[in-house]
């Protein structure tokens, strides 16, 4: 199963994973972190103006922090703690900025990009006129989509290759808000991700009463028939006709 157009395409999306960028009919192989002058080229592609990130999942790890029932007081305290919880919890050893969002009371959401790469694209952005409007893991950004048009529990992987039919990725579920994450930078193929991920992460929520009722899938072409009904997220439904 396929899904239609989830939304229309985007003119100042840039697209950018670890094995490819693709900007507008802009469409580059990669083989990890761009160069600025690959960087540039894409940007090239796109209309003046801000632009929107969406950047792959290894770059931009995240994770779930739950019963937080009172936090630092102060702006820059906060940001301090949750910059401390998310290298301490990720064992991190390269500063990275981060971003916490409240999804429910007590439960947040952070997500982190290093502080190195961050600063790499916003400059680019600044010298090329092209402020960066938003920079977005992918996960995040396919969650965006699909989500709020569902009624139903369900479950997301948003998947990068690291060797042929073997992949990395993110694992993401939710009942009525996001309720599940978990990353690996190790890959599997996906009969692996079947039964070492995916089986017992819907064990755990349909413990938690949030069993996912379909499984979406982005970046494989093909997966195994499985219990839970599946739909392969293709580039024409996240990314428009233009692409």
Not at 55 to 77: H, M, N, Q, Y
Not at 151 to 172: D, H, K, N
Request: charged share 20%; net charge negative; hydrophobic share 45%.
């Amino acid at each position: 199963m396929k899904l239609p157009n989830l939304a229309t395409p985007d003119t100042s999306l840039l697209w950018l994973e670890a094995h490819r960028v693709i900007a507008g009919p802009h469409r580059r192989a990669m083989g990890g972190t761009p160069t600025e002058d690959q960087l540039a080229q894409a940007l090239a592609s796109l209309p003046p103006g801000p632009t929107r990130w969406v950047v792959d999942d290894l770059w931009t790890p995240s994770f779930i922090l739950r019963d937080l029932t009172e936090l630092p007081k102060g702006a820059e305290a906060q940001e301090a703690f949750f910059r401390w919880r998310f290298t301490q919890a990720l064992a991190l050893e390269e500063p990275h900025f981060v971003q916490a969002l409240e999804v429910e009371s007590g439960l947040w959401l952070a997500s982190g990009i290093r502080e190195d790469l961050r600063e790499t694209f916003l400059q680019l952005g600044l010298r090329l006129e092209r402020n960066v409007h938003a920079l977005v893991p992918r996960w995040l950004h396919l969650y965006n989509l699909l989500a709020p048009s569902l009624s139903l529990p369900g479950m997301l992987l948003s998947l990068s290759p690291v060797e042929p039919g073997r992949y990395a990725g993110t694992l993401v579920a939710w009942g009525r808000t996001l309720c599940l994450l978990r990353q690996w930078s190790e890959p599997l193929d996906p009969a692996g991700w079947l039964e070492e991920r995916i089986a017992p992460s819907a064990a755990f929520l349909q413990r938690e009463s949030r069993t996912p009722q379909h499984l979406y899938v982005w970046g494989s072409p093909a997966w195994p028939e499985s219990s839970l009904p599946t739909t392969i997220l293709d580039e024409r439904s996240v990314l428009g006709e233009v692409r």
